[in-house]
């Protein structure tokens, strides 16, 4: 089964408001994660990334944090905007017998009330 | 600069046929990754292309196949149609290892 996945599937927040939205991870020997947001009707976008040797990143609004001792990820938004509203995936990269591939959790809708 | 570009956007099958996708990568970009989207399984892997070769797959049926030009645009194939093969599939491209820049998909159905 998928080795990513999130503890909620539907977030809604107050505009303004910091959002948070989690993901839980089972392979211990991940090195690679991202984010992604994905709008109605559109591909995802990439949003960021985190390497295992990094317990945080930080972009524009949004924060990575990687707890890699209970293998949990998470993405903050700050003040959180009607434009945010879409779904976060998570995703982890996998590597196995020689392949390489991008695991995908189920995702969260995130909705920004006005 | 353009952005990744799938044809067809929509498309319906019956079942026992075959359909072809292509995807045109953003300029520049070697890799092409595919997806399959559907609500119930989320977003899965199918293959990756770089420089005209598979490089990585995931684990779908044969009936998936797919290759990649010179040019680096990619096309992908599912023989003989299921159901189960409705879905949104989606063509990534990148330029630095798995930081991909999605199209906005072909949403197939099989009917």
Partial sequence: GESVGLHLPTLSVQEGDNSIINCAYSNSASDYFIWYKQE????????????????????????????????????????????DS????????????????????????????? | KAGVTQTPRYLIKTRGQQVTLSCSPISGHRSVSWYQQTPGQGLQFLFEYFS??????????????????????????VSTLELGDSALYLCASSLRPWEQFFGPGTRLTVL
């Fill in chain 1, 40 to 83: 109605s009707g559109k591909g995802p976008q990439f949003i960021i990334d985190i390497r295992s040797n990094m317990d945080k990143r930080q972009g524009q609004r949004v924060t990575v944090l990687l707890n890699k001792t209970v293998k949990h990820l998470s993405l903050q938004i700050a003040a959180t905007q009607p434009g």
């Fill in chain 1, 86 to 114: 879409a779904v976060y995936f998570c995703a982890e990269r996998d590597r196995q017998g020689g392949s390489e591939k991008l695991v995908f959790g189920k995702g969260t809708k995130l909705t920004v009330n006005p």
């Fill in chain 2, 52 to 77: 005209e070769t598979q490089r990585n797959k995931g684990n779908f049926p044969g009936r998936f196949s797919g290759r990649q030009f010179s040019n680096s645009r990619s096309e992908m194939n």
